[in-house]
T-cell receptor, first 113, second 115 residues
Framework: GDSVTQMEGPVTLSEEAFLTINCTYT??????LFWYVQYPGEGLQLLLK???ADDKGSNKGFEATYRKETTSFHLEKGSVQVSDSAVYFC????????????WGLGTSLAVNP | GAVVSQHPSRVICKSGTSVKIECRSL??????MFWYRQFPKQSLMLMAT?????????EQGVEKDKFLINHASLTLSTLTVTSAHPEDSSFYIC???????????FGPGTRLTVL
């Protein structure tokens, strides 16, 4: 079945460092891919998404490119801030009509000043 | 983005009692709602999917008689944890999607503590 593999955390960075959180997937057809963020004490929020190969999702300085050839959707940010400290989840939704999301395990990011 | 609310945000109950959690879509019609459980430092576990007006579809291993889900209107779904036990203590999250809003929008979650 479909699955998402996400790099394990926790990740600890200094402010203004470069961030990469790896995410790879297995799925039949052409799934939609998502990154969600969960800030401390808050609910999940959609950070960005991509619905077809070579699409780049971007938001708040974060980017991820849908790579069909490597089945990846790595999250990147050029310069992280303390306020980016959160848990990041990679997810996919299969190509069918089913709206069910398949989730990665989440990666905790801590950014130190 | 669309707004989904959950109530209560936190609840503490005694073992053996039942607890109801509400999930509301505030500005769109949610034809489908999802209920998740999140364990500390782990990912979300989908418990069930409910479509308005029909019975919920439960994931394997989730007891439908223990976790009662009702989705009686396009803006409200409820999860009732019946005869709660300490092992049911967790963070419960709902999400909603609709015909005009294909992506899932998440509620802020409900922290359940069973003593």
């Amino acid at each position: 079945g479909d699955s998402v593999t996400q790099m394990e955390g926790p990740v600890t960075l200094s402010e203004e460092a470069f961030l990469t959180i790896n995410c790879t997937y297995t799925a039949t057809g052409y799934p939609s891919l998502f990154w969600y963020v969960q800030y401390p004490g808050e609910g999940l929020q959609l950070l960005l998404k991509a619905t077809k190969a070579d699409d780049k999702g971007s938001n708040k300085g974060f980017e991820a490119t849908y790579r069909k050839e490597t089945t990846s959707f790595h999250l990147e940010k050029g310069s992280v801030q303390v306020s980016d400290s959160a848990v990041y989840f990679c997810a996919l939704r299969g190509a069918g009509n089913n709206r069910k999301l398949i989730w990665g395990l989440g990666t905790s990011l801590a950014v130190n000043p | 983005g669309a707004v989904v609310s959950q109530h209560p945000s936190r609840v503490i109950c005694k073992s053996g009692t039942s607890v109801k959690i509400e999930c509301r879509s505030l500005d769109f019609q949610a034809t489908t709602m999802f209920w998740y459980r999140q364990f500390p430092k782990q990912s979300l576990m989908l418990m069930a999917t409910s479509n308005e007006g029909s019975k919920a579809t439960y994931e394997q291993g989730v007891e439908k008689d223990k976790f009662l889900i009702n989705h009686a209107s396009l803006t409200l779904s409820t999860l009732t944890v019946t005869s709660a036990h300490p092992e049911d203590s967790s963070f419960y999250i709902c999400s909603a999607s609709g015909t005009s809003r294909n992506e899932q929008f998440f509620g802020p979650g409900t922290r359940l503590t069973v003593l």
